[in-house]
Each structure stands twice: as C-alpha cells, then as structure tokens.
C-alpha cells in the first residue's frame, strides 16, 4: 500500500470491499461510537457519525464522550415514494430517530439522531418498504435527482426511469450491506464484488442530475454530470451531458473553488446510462487519489481539459459525443399549489422550509402529512429545492387532501413571502460536523428581516433567490443564489450576490466576514437600487451585473477575491 496515498483511500482499499469491522463496531456497547476505520467506511453505507454539537462542550466538561448518533441518508432516485413507504418512514422517524424526516436538496431523506444500537433496525425497517440507503453517501455515485415538472407527467416519467437506471448501474454492489445490516452470512470476498468499482471505489463523491428545459429545479450545473433533456415532439431523444460541476470549496485555498459544469455534446436517449457509466470510470481512473481535496471531478477535467475529456469518452464509451442541441434553462425554483398534468392528475406543490417534516408548536405538519399519505394513492415526490409534492392525485382524491391541507395550515406557497418559499439552507448545527455558523435553525430570521427590507423598498412580492450554508462546502447550493451566505463562524458569514436565476452564473464573494447587521446594511441600498432601476423581466442578479454593481466573473480563483474591497 502507498504510504502517499491519504487516510481514507486506504481505508477503502483495504475494507474487504466496505465490510471493515463494521459489525465488531456496531456489538461494542461500550462507546457509541464506530471504530474510527469504519466511520470512513459506514459513509458508502448512507450514515454519517455525528455528535450533538449544543451538548458537545457541556459534555466535555463533565468527562463524557461527545454524545454520539448517526445520520442515515436514503437513496432514493428522483425522489418519488408510495404513500405506504412514507407511512413507513414517518414510524421510524419517531421510534428510531429524532422524530423528524429532513427532505434534502438531492431530493432524499435524511433521519438524525439515530443511536448506533438502532442502526440497523432502521436499516431492515426500510429494506422491508423496498427503501435503501446503499451508496446515499461515500466515494461513489449519490443520489441521482431529475426535474419534478409535476405539469409534464409523461416527460418527467421518462426522466425519472433514467434517474433510477442511472443509480442502479452505479451503486455499489458487494454483499457488504446486506450483511451487516440485513443479518446475511459473510460471503468470502472475491474481486468480482466489485465489477466496476473495483476495491479503491471513486477517488471522492460523485453527482448525477437530470433537468428537463426550461426548468432547472435540480441544478442541474451543480453535478459531475448534468443531463440535460433534449425533447422533440413531446419525447426525450436524448440528453446534452455537462460535465464537472460543484459547489465544494474551503476558504483560502485557491486551489479549490465551485465549478459550474461544462455542456460538452448529446448522447442519444439509450446510450445516456452507458455514457454515465463511461464518464464515471474515466475519472474512476484518472481522478486524483493522493489529495483528497483536488479528488472531485472538476479537478480531473481542468488539470487534463475538455478535448482530453472527449477523447477518452469516444474511447471508453465507443461512440464519440454529438454536438449538443440548443436548449434553454429559465427558472429554478418550485411552483406551488395545485397543478393539473397531461393525463388528468392533479399535484400540490407544499412549501416544507428546508425540508424539516417534524410536529411544530404552531403547525403539525408530520400529522398532517400522515394523515394525507393515509388517503393518497398517487405519490410523494421530493423536490430539490427541499419542497414537496403531493403527486397524481386523482380528481376524486383532490378535495379530501385540500380539505386535509386547509384543517392542518399546511402552505401551498401562499401563507409565506416570495422570498422565505424559495430560499434553501443546509442542516448545519446542531448535527453537522463541519458547520461553521447556524443555517436551518437560522433562515426564517433572516427570511423575514430581508423581507422586511424588500418591504421597505415597495418589493416584497418580488422573488429573490436565497441560499444558505453553514460552511463553505455548500450543500444549499449558495453559489447558485442570487442572495448567498456561507457560514465563517458563528453569527459571521460570507455574502455572495449575483446567480442568475436559472442555474448557469455562479454569484460573487461581495463582503468576508460579516454579521447579521452588517449583511442587512450591505442589501437595503443593492434592494432600494433594484426597485427603482430594475428592468422588466429581470431578477435581481441580474440586475446587479446591469447596473455595474458586479462585473464579469472572471475565473474560478477571482472567486475567493471580495469584489469590492471594504473601505
Ligand atoms: Fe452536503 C458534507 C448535508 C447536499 C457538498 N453534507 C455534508 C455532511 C455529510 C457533513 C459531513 O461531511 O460531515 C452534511 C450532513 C449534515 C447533517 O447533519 O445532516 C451534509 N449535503 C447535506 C444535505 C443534507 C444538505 C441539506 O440541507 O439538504 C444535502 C444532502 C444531499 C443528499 O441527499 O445526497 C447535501 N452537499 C450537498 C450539495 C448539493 C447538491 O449535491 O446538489 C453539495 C454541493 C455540490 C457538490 O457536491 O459539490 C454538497 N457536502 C458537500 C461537501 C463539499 C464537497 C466538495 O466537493 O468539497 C461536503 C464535505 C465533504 O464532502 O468533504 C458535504
Ligand atoms: Fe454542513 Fe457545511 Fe453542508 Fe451546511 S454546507 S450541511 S454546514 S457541510
């Protein structure tokens, strides 16, 4: 084994193909915690080791161990459920978790707070609901998310089988799971476990979207790959593949920057799983694997460049790409309430802030969710935006679930601002580890003081994009905001401005290091100029590059530069 090679490739390199000692951790009643090996390891198996961070000093303190619980992630492609597997889910949130779903912006759920001893119930209780979580996390492929567009209910169907094609060629396949949460027998490990992966597995994470122009709620620029659905006469003939997209990038290190993914050709309709397959052995096989934070596919494209790229697509794949075919993408936010699609089924778009489906004092949304699931025969459908969709409703079924809607409060979009309905955060504190600054717990403060001064300026029915993280990583996508924060410590931020609206600019660092105050004072001017200088048509990103407040952004390393020095 190289000794040059970081602590985690050798880690899966050596885990007899993701099985460590995963089981000898899980029987330790001694500590809640997993052998430090095996938390690398748990991660392909969709958990994350996380410790209470409120608790964390209290704890040490009081000569505690950090108070240990996990994280369990599902993959769930294109994020649609049967009513019954939501039930399912909404037992076990209360008897092995926190009580509450989190639906996350790669259109899944995330259960916190489970405890290591219910780890694996959890897990049998989802495989029984036909649900895994095999390959939600780790390096390997992730969650493959495609557009909702509940209104084009053939197209997205064609999609979301692409989406579930995709996650199946490209999961994980040793029997590691089964047996270490399933109960099955060991089996000797074999290299054939691992017919693509092989044992070293994907240098880093890996991202698959699918959207379906005009729409581009997925973000579909934000992924290693981007599909990007080429329809001709109401059917998808095949998919524009953008390549190395991400948002991940850690302060003061130039070497690391988000990447919009580059829109390189088209492959047709059958060849896109087989061209997915191709693109992820290439960097299977060329990605960076002795610096971890160089690993991601963006890396690879820009140290080897596109025609690099090209080649060896034409080479791995057999068939060269073809040149991409025009198409435009317009919005990327969710449409709420009702919708009626080209078969006659009915959708209702909820607005769910930041995913959270938990019992609140002032709205019982889990109950009322349930209660919906309880009389729904159609779908759930997650969108990436952290929204959900009760989806193909029957006509019959459409005035029991508003009138299921209207006695629980739930907001179809119309109960809250423009602005909080279409603003995304990440989880951050009190579970995430790497959390610098608050952001789920944060947003609706900061939603409605923003849209306080929206007021203020005569436009607060105005959209505006709003994205929030905890840390520089970039799980709510803040690079594709038109408004962004990024957590530096607690209660300062990073303020970047200037996304389009439809997922193709990246914004700009504006301010370092700033407080709630000092971000409010920096917007209330860039707002009163929009609502007097906008034009028609325009959002405010937009209208911040038209009015000379940005200029061009010049290069991923410009990226780390505030663009306005503070005076
Ligand atoms: Fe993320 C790590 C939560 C979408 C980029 N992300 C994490 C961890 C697991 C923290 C950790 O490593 O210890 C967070 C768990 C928090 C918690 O307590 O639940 C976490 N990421 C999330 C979720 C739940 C945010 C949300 O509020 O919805 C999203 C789950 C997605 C899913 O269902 O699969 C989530 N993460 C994203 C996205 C957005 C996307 O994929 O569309 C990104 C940016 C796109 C990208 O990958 O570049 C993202 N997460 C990261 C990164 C930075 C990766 C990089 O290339 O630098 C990390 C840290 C890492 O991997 O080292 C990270
Ligand atoms: Fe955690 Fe940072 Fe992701 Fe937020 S952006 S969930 S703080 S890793």
Request: glycine residues 8%; negative net charge; proline residues 5%.
């Amino acid at each position: 084994m190289s000794e040059s090679l970081p602590e985690a490739e050798q880690i899966k390199r050596e885990s007899r193909y993701l099985r460590g000692s995963l089981r000898e951790s899980l029987a330790d009643e001694a500590t809640g915690a997993l052998r430090d090996e095996d938390t690398h390891l748990s991660k392909f198996h969709g958990l994350y080791q996380q410790d209470d961070r409120d608790l964390r000093d209290e704890r040490r303190l009081q000569k505690l161990e950090p108070h240990f619980q996990f994280m369990l992630r599902l993959r769930l492609p294109g994020g649609v459920l049967t009513p019954n597997q939501w039930l399912g889910l909404d037992e076990v949130a209360d008897r092995f978790a926190d009580g509450s779903l989190r639906l996350t912006t790669r259109q899944t759920f995330q259960f916190h707070r489970v405890f290591k001893e219910n780890l694996a119930s959890l897990i049998q209780h989802l495989d029984k609901l036909g649900l895994d979580s095999r390959g939600a996390c780790g390096d390997v492929n992730r969650n493959v998310v495609t557009n909702v567009n509940p209104h084009l209910s053939a197209s997205h169907q064609t999609v979301y089988n692409a989406a579930v094609q995709i996650s199946e060629r490209l999961n994980w396949r040793s029997a590691a799971y089964e047996e270490v949460w399933l109960n099955q027998p060991e089996k000797q490990t074999e290299e054939e476990e691992e017919p693509f992966y092989t044992h070293r597995y994907l240098p880093r994470k890996f991202k698959v979207a699918i959207a379906l122009p005009p729409h581009n709620d997925c973000d579909v620029l934000a992924n290693d790959i981007g599909l990007i659905a080429i329809e001709e006469n109401g059917e998808i003939i095949g998919y524009n593949i953008a390549v190395g997209g991400g948002m991940g990038m850690t302060y003061g290190d130039r070497a690391t920057y988000p990447r919009l993914a580059t829109p390189v050709g088209f492959v047709p309709a059958d060849q896109v799983v087989d061209a997915c397959e191709a693109i992820v052995a290439i960097q299977r096989d060329h990605g960076c694997r002795t610096n971890r934070a160089h690993a991601r596919f963006k890396y690879t494209l820009d140290d080897y460049g596109l025609d690099w790229f090209k080649e060896r697509f034409a080479e791995v794949h057999g068939w060269p790409l073809e040149p991409l075919r025009d198409y435009t993408l317009t919005d990327s936010g969710d449409r709420f309430g009702w919708t009626e699609d080209d078969e006659g089924f009915h959708h209702l778009t909820l607005f769910t802030p930041s995913g959270r489906i938990r019992d609140f004092e002032q709205l019982k949304l889990r109950t009322a969710l349930r209660s919906i699931a309880k009389i729904h025969s159609g779908e759930f459908r997650i969108t990436c935006n952290q929204n959900l969709i009760i989806s193909r409703v029957n006509a019959k079924e459409r005035s029991a679930i508003q009138k299921l809607v209207d006695h629980y409060g739930l907001d179809d979009g119309s109960r809250s601002t423009p602005l909080a309905r279409n603003a995304i955060s990440c989880v951050a504190f009190p579970t995430c580890g790497l959390a610098m600054a608050e952001s789920e717990r944060y947003l609706p403060e900061l939603t409605d003081k923003i849209h306080g001064l929206m007021e203020e300026a005569g436009i607060g029915q105005e959209t505006i994009q709003l994205r929030v993280s905890g840390c520089p990583n970039g799980c709510a996508r803040p690079y594709l905001g038109e408004i962004a924060l990024t957590g530096k410590a607690p209660g300062k931020y990073n303020l970047y401005l200037g996304a389009d609206t439809g997922g193709q600019r990246l914004n700009r660092l504006y301010r370092e290091n700033i407080d709630e105050e000092e971000i409010l004072a920096e917007l209330k001017p860039l707002l009163s100029r929009f609502a007097k200088e906008r034009k028609p048509g325009k959002g405010f990103g937009d209208f911040l590059y038209q009015s000379g407040v940005l200029s061009a952004n010049t290069g991923p390393t410009d990226f780390h530069e505030p663009l306005i020095a503070r005076g």
